[in-house]
């Protein structure tokens, strides 16, 4: 049994009340057989948990978590329960229709509020705040990107009640950063406190009778069988719901990429502070450059504020220590100063990241295949925050055989291409990082928007 330090995990994790952290759960102590075994305790598992024990309480739930629940990307991540998907809607649009597409962007849509109805009906308090999210153009260059970005989606029917251009000054109302040209803003996206949200729902979930196994590393997965380090769970049904991880589950190595985002939080901040600085709502917030920041304003009134992530590893490693690069926090530390210099002065008092996952297409997806009796649930990229409730609800929709409107959604029963065999992953993915450091310069230098990297930009934030 691995021991982590869980506070050391995340801001989020060291601010949990200690009901929410201990005791830790036991480990599976012999084979045992049940209806689901669910493997991974992230929002993905817990919510698909959630909603399988709600709609149908007489089935056997049993969710594997190797370390702790919540201790994977949901217990450390910038807090956006966003309406974002990773895949353009033009995309999802050429692999299935229009119509189809628009239906899953008003899935995540609804999403937000989904997350904030359960979290207010269960009494997780997750710190939930629908501020929207505000991100703000601060050169000319970034401002035309701004401007494409809502004729974009004006072109797919959406108006300023869903993406609004601000103005130099009402952007500035929101975010008071310096140099601000204008900004765009969505009210799809809630701020949240994410370790309580996922320390949370693992109390919600044992309140309705299912299981979760702490310290029970899943070695393999096969049709009715979840083997472990500590013996067998036999299930009829069976979800994956390791994300990052996926890569070391055998068979899967080359499913997902587990690539790095970085965090820094500093102290509360002063009112005087916060006059100048706004997101009285709490909004989420980042800016349009290609290397993607993004940022919240905590209930306590910190600053939680990341991006640039690390570099990919060999092999899809993951490694407690590729969760911190101090060189990475003091770019972040530096960029924050940048847009407010009044921060100058105040202390960062934590700084931690974690692994998110890529599939090959920036495609996330979730399904299950009746021949096996296996589901998946994942890939979101940076925006797994809501979108994994929504893979919940569907997964248990698809457990239990239910055809609804989100197991019509065309993320279901997707499978994205496999990754290319090393070494050639870890040279594309970082090659990719590279450009995508660049672009801004170029841009900044030429005066012209580089292409939209839209491909590369996952890789560099987690939002
Ligand atoms: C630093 C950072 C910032 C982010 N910011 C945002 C954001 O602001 N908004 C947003 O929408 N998304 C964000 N994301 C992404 C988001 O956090 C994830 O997409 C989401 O949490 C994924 O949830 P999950 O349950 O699928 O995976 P995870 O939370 O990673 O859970 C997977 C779980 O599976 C367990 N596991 C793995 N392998 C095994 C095994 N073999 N046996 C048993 N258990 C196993 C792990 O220990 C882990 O607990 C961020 C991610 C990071 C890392």
Redesign the pocket.
């Known amino acids: 049994m691995t021991t982590v330090d869980v506070r050391r995990l995340s801001f989020w994790w060291d601010s949990l009340p200690d009901d929410l952290v201990g005791p830790e759960r036991s480990p599976l102590p012999t084979s045992t057989t049940v209806d689901v075994a669910i ?7 817990l919510w698909t948990a959630y909603y399988l024990a709600t709609a149908d309480p007489s089935l056997s739930i049993a969710v ?4 702790v ?14 309406a ?1 998907f990773p895949t353009s809607l033009d995309k999802v649009a050429r692999s299935s229709s229009r119509e189809r597409a628009i239906a899953l962007q008003q899935a995540m849509f609804e999403t937000v509020d989904e997350v904030g109805a359960v979290a207010e009906a269960e009494g997780i308090d997750c710190h939930f705040a629908k501020g929207g999210t505000v991100v703000v153009a601060r050169t000319p260059v970034q401002l035309a990107r701004a401007k494409q970005e809502i004729e974009h989606h004006r072109s797919w029917g959406y108006g300023p009640e869903h993406h609004a251009l601000l103005s130099a000054e009402e952007a500035s109302e929101r975010l008071g950063a310096t140099d601000v040209l204008g900004a765009t803003y969505t009210p799809h996206c809630a701020a949240i406190q ?1 370790a309580r949200l ?1 320390r949370g729902l693992a109390q919600v979930v044992e309140r309705l009778g299912v299981t979760i196994h702490e310290h ?4 393999a997965i096969e049709p009715g069988v979840v083997r472990t380090e500590r013996g067998d769970v036999r299930a009829r049904r069976i979800v994956r ?5 996926t890569a ?2 055998p068979g899967h190595h080359r499913d997902i990429a587990p690539v ?4 820094i939080a500093t102290e509360p901040l002063p009112q005087s502070f916060w006059d100048g600085a706004g997101l009285g709502e709490r909004e989420t917030f980042a800016d349009h450059r290609h290397l993607i920041i ?1 940022g919240q304003r905590t209930a306590d009134d910190r600053f939680v504020f ?1 991006g640039r992530g690390a570099p990919y590893h060999r092999n899809s490693e993951i490694r407690p220590e590729f969760d911190r690069d101090p060189a990475v926090f003091d770019d972040l530390w530096r960029v924050l100063r940048e847009l407010f210099p009044a921060i100058e002065g105040h202390a960062v008092t934590h700084s931690w ?5 890529i599939p090959r297409d920036w495609y996330p997806s979730v399904g299950l295949d009746p021949a096996t009796g296996i589901g998946w ?2 890939g ?1 990229v ?7 409730n929504l893979a919940g609800r569907t997964l248990a929709d698809l457990v239990r055989g239910a055809q609804t409107s989100r197991t019509a959604l065309p993320w279901v029963n997707r499978r994205s291409p496999r990754w290319e065999p090393e070494p050639l992953r870890y040279a594309a993915i970082n090659g990719g990082l590279r450009v995508m450091a660049s672009a801004d310069d170029v841009e900044e230098r030429t005066g012209k928007p580089a292409k939209r990297a839209d491909l590369m930009a996952p890789f560099l934030g ?2």
């Open positions: 493997v991974g305790a992230g929002y993905t598992g594997l978590e190797s370390e629940a919540g201790f994977g990307a949901s217990g450390r991540n910038g807090g956006w329960a966003s974002l994410p996922a029970t590393r899943v070695t719901a390791t994300e990052a991880w070391q589950i790095y985002s970085l965090v993004y990341g990241g974690g692994p998110l996952g649930g994942g979101y940076g925006d797994g925050v809501a979108s994994s987690g939002h």
